[in-house]
């Protein structure tokens, strides 16, 4: 059973547009991550929201954690060709839950 | 050494046999996860293992697979009688420990296994 569901599943923007990647869940987290994936390489952490509500900056993105823990966002401002990667979203538990991820290209 | 490594980087294989993945943690870490990511699942968790306890096998799809951890350190995933579906890429992870907010697992990079 799929616990996560990200969307849009594909996203191809031109550099400098703005984009938003979303996480749903049926189920409350603990806490919930957002990792980023390379071809050929293993996913990379971004960041980690625990509080609902919650809202974290990385340089130009921004991640949201709804105020009951059940869903998250994340916002790319003025993408650039370096942001092109896979997203994924993670439900924290012993493991993590996975959703199946959001492939985004940016060109120049 | 710096990070999780893994091994083989790929392997192909026939149907009806039988692979061994390899899955070297970071130093220290107690905690050692086992993904599978496929194009139609997305990345899905196999097992993990924290410290001594008994592993959780929650995530494996079949008891053709299986896992091992010797010495708390490196990990062996086997799948017996390899299938077609079986075709992947086989993720392993460690953390300081299972569990907990924060917790962060370093991946490595993925052992992709093809069955012919």
């Known amino acids: 059973t799929q616990l996560l569901e990200q969307s849009p599943q594909f996203l191809s923007i031109q550099e400098g547009e703005n984009l938003t990647v979303y996480c749903n869940s049926s189920?409350?987290?603990?806490?919930l991550q957002w990792y980023r994936q390379e071809p050929g390489e293993g996913p990379v952490l971004l960041v980690t929201?625990?509080?609902?509500?919650e809202v974290k900056k990385l340089k130009r993105l921004t991640f949201q954690f709804g105020d009951a823990r059940k869903d998250s966002s994340l916002h790319i401002t003025a993408a650039q060709p370096g942001d092109t990667g896979l997203y994924l979203c993670?439900?924290?538990?012993?493991?993590?839950?996975f959703g199946k991820g959001t492939t985004l290209s940016v060109s120049s | 050494g710096a990070g999780v490594s893994q091994s083989p980087s790929n392997k192909v294989t026939e149907k009806g046999k039988d692979v061994e993945l390899r899955c070297d943690p970071i130093?220290?870490?107690?905690?050692l996860y086992w993904y599978r990511q496929s194009l139609g699942q997305g990345l899905e968790f196999l097992i993990y293992?924290?410290?001594?306890?008994?592993?959780?096998k929650s995530g494996l799809p079949s008891d053709r697979f299986s896992a091992e951890r010797t010495g708390g350190s490196v990990s062996t995933l086997t799948i017996q009688r390899t299938q077609q579906e079986d075709s992947a890429v086989y993720l392993c992870?460690?953390?300081?420990?299972?569990?907990?907010?924060?917790?962060?697992?370093?991946f490595g990079p993925g052992t992709r296994l093809t069955v012919l």
């Open positions: 929201v625990v509080t609902g509500g």
């Open positions: 992870a460690s953390s300081w420990r299972a569990g907990g907010s924060y917790n962060e697992q370093f």
């Open positions: 130093s220290g870490h107690t905690a």
């Open positions: 293992f924290q410290g001594n306890s008994a592993p959780d």
């Open positions: 189920s409350v987290f603990s806490s």
């Open positions: 993670a439900g924290v538990q012993a493991a993590l839950i």
